[in-house]
């Protein structure tokens, strides 16, 4: 199972990478979003992405005995999602905004016009 | 080893003043005066963390009494609050010039505020100990310095804020990533544990590479020069001065934690062709800004050479000096353009004659960028000159750098200052009482990198705590006592 998610993690990088390579601000827009979820699942994947009980000691005891899973690595997901989001949200409304003053799609084009005064 | 509140209370300050300043939106004074009187408050307490940190050692906070292996802690180390006395000293000097320079339009939107949560990251990422929070750090300053850059929205603004934002997200994926693989192998985050671990070459490589672009060192420096030139002086002095330091600084911390010591080496190349870059890229700009930026980029390749050399004082010199002098740079720029109403500083004339006082802060900040004394510049490049003595090569390409440097500020001196001329027309006045703030703000960091210099003679504050730095944040536990 490992290995299928593996193979998935790299996938999604590889197609992050293509669209960042692209042209266009959209496109730009969407590898960082599948970059993003690539890095999140690459961190879930890593703690052992195994069907295992939530992190709760039993009542009357000290200490978990049985296997759990792995509390911190679910921590960072949820962390990396929603800083993902707040970020990737900020930067959908810069691309908009670019694309409404100054009627351009395309990175290269964006190098008009500054410090070239 | 102590255990307090103490770091936590300091970085919890901006954020008040952040929610202060948004609360308060509305109204415009009550906003400069909680930005104010809330920075120097700030900087009270970082100073106090400061010197309780000198007096008694590192500081800890482990937020809810988890274990800090395990949850979120707070370490001020003498380097680390160091750090944050220089935050919020530039938060403030660079304040009073934003104070001077902003229009009510700007003000309504929030200025004040988001440099708070600009702050807020850079302090949280000079305190953690932890690199999975540092990541977290490293989003909330991004997120505040994202807005900041395109803050105004004219055209330049934008595609600078386009660059920057997309070349910083990419750099969080790979820190992101970084992390990931980090845990996977080794199991923790905690600087103290990967300490004794070592973080494999995979997800060192991620970590190198994230690190490298924040801090701008060549090869994945040239946003840099791209971006900056774009937003407004004082925004870009309050960035020059902190941004790419939190990156220096993240490299310092977690050079040591890589298991190869290739990256060393790689940290090196890349300060060396920095250096090359740097000054050779500023040699050509008619652009003072860019100049400045090409500038940032040459400095931090002596900072990154410190690093690779593991010289912890030389660093903590090299920033300070760096943050001071080029945060002051670009509010004199600011200053230099906004008298003459040209952005190309070949086409300025007359400005000492118009502004003596403007004509010394550039001459004495000038003078600390390039090492020359009485600044506290001339301390770092001797220190650092005289930790490569037995490298003549990098000896060689430290004098090239600092002549080059030298050089593009005499040109500047004598083209825009020292040129006679007919007065050019202001693109704006200031009033008497912005005038006034702009010359305190920008006094308080000339006097600061001029008093600095005494130090490393007399009791040498700087050096003391850049030396105290030893790799991992805290010592193992053996010999801590909990209360």
């Keep these: 199972m490992d290995a299928l998610y593996a193979v998935v993690v790299g996938f999604l990088f590889a197609i992050g990478v293509y669209l960042i390579l692209q042209r266009p601000l959209v496109k730009l827009l969407l590898g960082i979003a599948v970059l993003g979820n690539a890095a999140n699942l690459m961190i879930f994947v890593s703690s052992g992405a195994r069907r295992l009980p939530p992190p709760l000691i039993p009542d009357g005891e000290k200490v978990v005995t049985t296997p759990i899973a792995d509390p911190i690595a679910q921590a960072q997901i949820l962390t990396a999602i929603v800083i993902g989001f707040g970020v990737l949200a900020f930067a959908v409304v810069l691309v908009h905004r670019v694309h409404q003053t100054s009627q351009i799609d395309g990175f290269d084009e964006l190098t008009e016009g500054v410090g070239t005064e | ?483």
């Design chain 2, 1 to 483: 080893m102590i255990y307090t509140n103490l770091p936590a209370l300091v970085l919890a300050t901006p954020l008040l003043l952040a929610c202060l300043c948004f609360a308060f939106a509305r109204r415009r004074r009550v906003v400069q005066w909680v930005s104010l009187l809330g920075g120097v408050g700030w900087l009270a307490m970082a100073a106090n963390l400061a010197m309780q940190v000198h007096a008694q050692g590192t500081m800890v906070t482990e937020v809810g009494g988890w274990d800090r292996h395990y949850g979120i802690s707070f370490v001020a180390d003498p380097l680390g609050a160091m750090m944050v006395v220089l935050a919020a000293f530039i938060q403030l000097a660079v304040g009073l010039a934003a104070h001077a320079r902003l229009d009510r339009k700007a003000e309504a939107f929030w200025y004040h505020g988001l440099t708070y949560c600009l702050a807020f990251g850079v302090t949280g990422a000079f305190l953690t100990a932890d690199l999975f929070n540092l990541f977290v750090w490293f989003e909330v300053l991004l997120i505040g310095s994202f807005v900041l850059m395109v803050h105004g929205g004219s055209d330049q603004q934008l595609a600078g804020g386009m660059k920057y934002v997309t070349l910083n997200l990419i750099s969080s994926v790979m820190f992101l990533a970084g992390c990931g693989l980090t845990y996977a192998h080794t199991g923790t985050l905690s600087f103290v544990q990967l300490a004794q671990v070592g973080i494999p070459d995979g997800p060192a490589a991620l970590l190198v590479l994230a690190f490298m672009l924040k801090a701008s060192v060549v090869p994945l420096a040239f946003w840099m020069p791209a971006s900056y030139p774009a937003a407004p002086t004082y925004t870009i002095a309050l960035f020059s001065a902190l941004l790419t330091k939190v990156g220096c600084l993240a490299l310092l911390r977690t050079l040591g934690l890589l298991q190869n010591e290739i990256w060393f080496t790689v940290l090196g190349i890349g300060g060396v062709l920095s250096i090359l870059v740097g000054s050779f890229g500023l040699i050509g700009q008619a652009n003072l800004r860019r100049m400045l930026a090409f500038s940032s980029v040459s400095q931090v390749g002596y900072i990154a050479i410190a690093i690779a050399l593991q010289q912890p004082a030389v660093v903590a010199l090299l920033i300070v000096n760096h943050a001071l002098a080029k945060g002051g740079l670009f509010l004199v720029a600011g200053e230099m353009e906004r008298l003459t109403g040209q952005t190309n500083y070949r086409d300025m004339r007359g400005l000492a004659e118009r502004s003596p006082a403007l004509t010394w802060a550039f001459a004495v900040l000038a003078a600390s960028l390039a090492g020359l004394p009485p600044t506290l510049g001339f301390f770092a490049k001797w220190d650092w000159l005289s930790t490569m003595a037995d490298r003549p090569f990098l000896v060689i390409l430290g004098l090239v750098g600092s002549a080059a440097t030298l050089y593009g500020m005499v040109d500047v001196y004598l083209r825009a200052f020292a040129t006679p001329g007919e007065a050019q027309e202001a693109s704006s006045e200031l009033s008497r009482r912005r005038q006034w703030l702009m010359n305190v703000g920008l006094g308080s960091l000339v006097v600061a990198v001029v008093a600095l210099s005494s130090s490393p003679v007399v009791n040498d504050p700087v050096r003391e705590a850049g030396a105290a730095f030893k790799g991992p944040l805290v010592s193992t536990a053996t010999e801590e006592v909990k209360p």
